[in-house]
């Protein structure tokens, strides 16, 4: 690290503060490209959202992410959104560019970059179980990303209509509902599933309501889990012979987006996969 004063300052706001593998990674990312830059990890309470962001413009934070709980709420904050946050309704990465804040969502990039290592989605079908912001963030981007079908299958009906009628309406990919009710059976002609539910998030032996049964060998079955990031839905389905996608790679190429985006350097993803490999104890 050069003995120099820190030159910059970008950080994660949350509650509770989550943040601590991305911390963990990014500044691992910083020190490799001989930044001597800062990431801080904030707990900040949702009615003190407002006042934090403010915070972040006056101290001169060259940016930051927001998680859990302040996606949204953060959009309202924004001077600016790019096309996937106004899209996804959802901000989970921000750039100061000058003094204006520019909302951006790194979640469904980063997921699709990861599953273009095993696959081009481009035509194909796919199923996303969840309606929350993750499977907002990753279904957006597969519309972009140009899948003919989306199915949404989501325990709450009301949340999973909201995407289905966004991807309908703002997207260009026909989708629709599937309401969850026992084990969903894969339809024919869908070979690319992905948990985008927070099933499996600390609990290794959680179970996806998903009939094992309708997996095929050479399905692309993804995990939006990354701790840990070998789920039971991982394991089932690699054992079934479908090529798996777990977490972290998503959680490393957003967070290598939000890198350049903010440093306008290339992280090295290898040092930030390892960094989390680290942190995780795997
Ligand atoms: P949300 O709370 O917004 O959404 C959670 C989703 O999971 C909802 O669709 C919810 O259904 C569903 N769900 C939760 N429990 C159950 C259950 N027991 N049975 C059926 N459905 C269930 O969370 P997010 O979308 O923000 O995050 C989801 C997960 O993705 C988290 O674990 C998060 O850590 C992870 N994540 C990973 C990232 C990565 O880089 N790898 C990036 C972002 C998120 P319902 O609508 O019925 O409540």
Redesign the pocket.
Known sequence: MPDSPIQQIVCCMGQPV?GNPTQFMIERAFAAAGLDWRYLTLEVPPENLPDAVKGLRALGFRGGNFT?PH?VAAVALMDELSEAANLVGAV?CVNRVGDRLVGENT?GK??VQSLRQVTDPNGRRVVI?????????IAVELSLSGVAEIVVV???AE??QILVELLNERGSTPARLVH?SGDYVVEDGFDIIIN??????GDAEARV?LDLSSLRPGMVVAD????PPQTRLMRDAAARGCTTLD??G??VN?GAIGFRIWTGVDADPGVMREALEEYLEI
Do not use: E, H, Y
């Not at 179980?129 to 963030?137: S, V």
């Not at 939006?224 to 701790?227: S, W």
């Open positions: 989550a859990i996606k989970n979640d980063g997921f179980l969840g309606a929350g912001g993750a499977a907002r963030a989501n325990r709450t949340r999973g969850l985008a539910t927070s099933i499996g998030q309501p939006v889990i990354f701790n977490g972290l998503m959680l957003q």
